[in-house]
């Protein structure tokens, strides 16, 4: 089963707003890694974070790797539509990585 | 070719059917992973090859699964005796890197398999 505890589990947002999801843990983890899927389609990393207290952007989104290692977080800014779909957050150490069950963010024009 | 390619897209089985799921990794990747997708849940780990190598089948879920991939590129995973509860999608991913190599890892498509 999963071990980690992403949340919130969905999101209903406007356009433009921003949104924020994060994922807990009772475990450590080396690198926490952030992804999003399209239905149909496979998930696609968005942004990799390697050190505790460690502050990644990708364009609009933001993420970091929590200092007690145990947790993450991402930030979108300023939303639009193709935004949607379903963000899975995902913990790794020696080599085993476990996914959260995902956030599913729905972006109304 | 240009991304990790999974066939079938969807398969049906009736209960009882064997299976078999096709990764065509990207070429020259070297560690291959199976996972295993149910609905509304994220991926869980299934088995990982470092080329022909299958380092780690732990995550796989009963001695009805069994995964190969003979020549170190294209994979197959196979389920035998199909029970309902094997209904998900099974994602394969591809990366460069020996070992796990996660953050040059790239998934397929995926096989939704309906069990029936």
């Known amino acids: 089963g999963q071990q980690l505890n992403q949340s919130p589990q969905s999101m209903f947002i406007q356009e433009g707003e921003d949104v924020s999801m994060n994922c807990t843990s009772s475990s450590i983890f080396n690198t926490w890694l952030w992804y999003k899927q399209d239905p149909g389609e496979g998930p696609v990393l968005l942004i990799a974070l390697y050190k505790a207290g460690e502050l990644t952007s990708n364009g609009r989104l933001t993420a970091q790797f929590g200092i007690t290692r145990k947790d993450s977080f991402l930030n979108i800014s300023a939303s639009i539509p193709s935004d949607v779909g379903i963000y899975f957050c995902a913990g790794l150490f020696k080599g085993d990585m476990r996914f959260g069950a995902g956030t599913r963010l729905t972006v109304k024009p | 070719g240009a991304g990790v390619s999974q066939s079938p897209r969807y398969k049906v089985a009736k209960r009882g059917q064997d299976v078999a799921l096709r990764c065509d990794p990207i070429s020259g990747h070297v560690s291959l992973f199976w996972y295993q997708q149910a609905l509304g849940q994220g991926p869980e780990f299934l088995t990982y090859f470092q080329n022909e190598a299958q380092l780690d089948k732990s995550g796989l879920p009963s001695d009805r699964f069994f995964a190969e991939r003979p020549e170190g590129s294209v994979s197959t995973l196979k389920i035998q005796r199909t029970q309902q509860e094997d209904s998900a999608v099974y994602l394969c991913?591809?990366?460069?890197?020996?070992?796990?190599?996660?953050?040059?890892?790239?998934f397929g498509q995926g096989t939704r398999l309906t069990v029936v």
């Open positions: 991913a591809s990366s460069l890197a020996p070992g796990r190599g996660w953050t040059e890892a790239f």
